[in-house]
């Protein structure tokens, strides 16, 4: 769970794998959060709901979905230390529909022997989907956890190497 965020505007987000929470301030996205998953969370008390103020971010969640996204073009608010924040801008540069491994992404940022770190940034990610941490999987190819359920990262997955919508099919989402 994200560490608390006071006076946040949240808001969601209708997508395949569920309703996304997206949160954020001063026009800046800051966590995402599933419905379902060993990540999930739900608005602080002190949040204030306001679906205008992610209008942007759901077009660009929605577009992805529909196919016609491959990078997203929003501003954020990274939260973290400054290993986490290196991970999760090389997470970024990971191409839509292709998948690398935790040593690779080590490697990519300089420490070959901190692919245990690695996974736990990644685990740490606050913007699933945005950052997309479900391109990073298993050295010998397994989809590995994540924050929104191994089934959604296969669902991710799918939707990226298959061009999106029809061929994939959403999880089950409670």
């Not at 942007?56 to 992805?64: L, P």
């Not at 801008?89 to 491994?101: A, Q």
């Not at 740490?124 to 945005?130: K, M, R, T, V, W």
């Amino acid at each position: 769970m994200p560490r608390k965020l006071p006076d946040l505007a949240y808001g969601y987000c209708e997508s395949p794998v569920g309703p996304l929470l997206l949160a954020g301030d001063d026009g800046q996205l800051h966590c995402i959060s599933f419905r379902a998953g060993c990540r999930s969370f739900e608005p602080s008390a002190n949040w204030i709901r306001d679906d205008t103020v992610f209008v942007e971010a759901v077009a660009q969640i929605t577009a992805y979905f529909a196919g016609e996204l491959k990078e997203f073009d929003l501003p954020l608010r990274l939260a973290g230390t400054d290993f986490q924040i290196t991970v999760w801008k090389t997470l970024r540069e990971i191409p839509f529909g292709t998948t690398t491994s935790y040593g690779e992404l080590a490697a990519r940022i300089g420490r070959p022997k901190a692919s245990r770190a690695v996974g736990a940034a990644n685990g740490a990610n606050p913007l699933p989907i945005i950052i997309p941490c479900h391109r990073v999987i298993g050295a010998n190819k397994s989809l590995t956890g994540f924050g929104g359920g191994v089934e959604t990262k296969r669902f991710l997955l799918d939707h990226e190497l298959h061009g999106g919508g029809e061929r994939v099919h959403p999880p089950k989402t409670a």
